[in-house]
């Protein structure tokens, strides 16, 4: 397998025509300059002389005669060829700044929200009496991850609370209080 690839690299390296970077890589496009076409007018034979002694010349037999090699027509140049035509890049769309996704909680009643905004509250001061009671140097690295994550429920709640997101602040008042209760029994 390598030696193909080898073989095909060297060959493609010899001819000279394309490099392996040209497959990949598109030439920048260049200014097109058209040069003027050479047309190459047909070559008429020029009629001999019309002089007699030239025309009753016989040919001699010891030497067949030879034909004059016709003369070539002159290259035309080959005119370049224009570049592959690539599309231009078209300006990537206009992003909108998206509107932040509406908060998807059930609709309550005055009353329900005002229990619930209660109990939040309730289950947040539970949990912050009790990481008061927990002294953190006694605690092992995995205890004080948890502590962690109890400290972080409670102000990702009182964010909650701030939006008007009861039940987020409710669940998230909730598992802090727990953890936090957990970890005070230790």
Do not use: H
């Amino acid at each position: 397998m390598r030696v193909a690839a080898l073989l095909v690299a060297a060959c493609l390296g010899l001819t000279g025509c394309t490099t392996i970077k040209g497959w990949f890589n598109s030439p920048p496009p260049e200014e097109v300059r058209l040069a003027p076409a050479v047309v190459a007018a047909p070559v008429l034979p020029v009629d001999p002389p019309e002089d007699p002694a030239l025309l009753q010349t016989p040919p001699s037999p010891a030497s067949p005669a030879r034909a004059a090699p016709p003369t070539p027509e002159p290259r035309r140049p080959v005119p370049p060829r224009p570049p592959a035509a690539t599309p231009a890049p078209s300006p990537p769309p206009a992003r909108a700044i998206p509107e932040p996704p509406p908060v998807l909680s059930p609709v309550l009643s005055v009353v329900d929200e005002q229990k619930l905004r209660a109990d939040t509250q309730r289950r947040i001061e539970g949990a912050s009496q009790r990481l008061r009671q927990i002294d953190p140097a006694k605690l092992a690295s995995g205890e004080q991850d948890s502590l962690q994550t109890v400290q972080s429920f409670l102000e990702k709640a009182r964010e909650a609370l701030q939006a008007q997101d009861f039940q987020r602040a409710f669940t998230l008042a909730d598992k802090a209080y727990l953890l936090a209760d957990e970890l005070s029994r230790r």
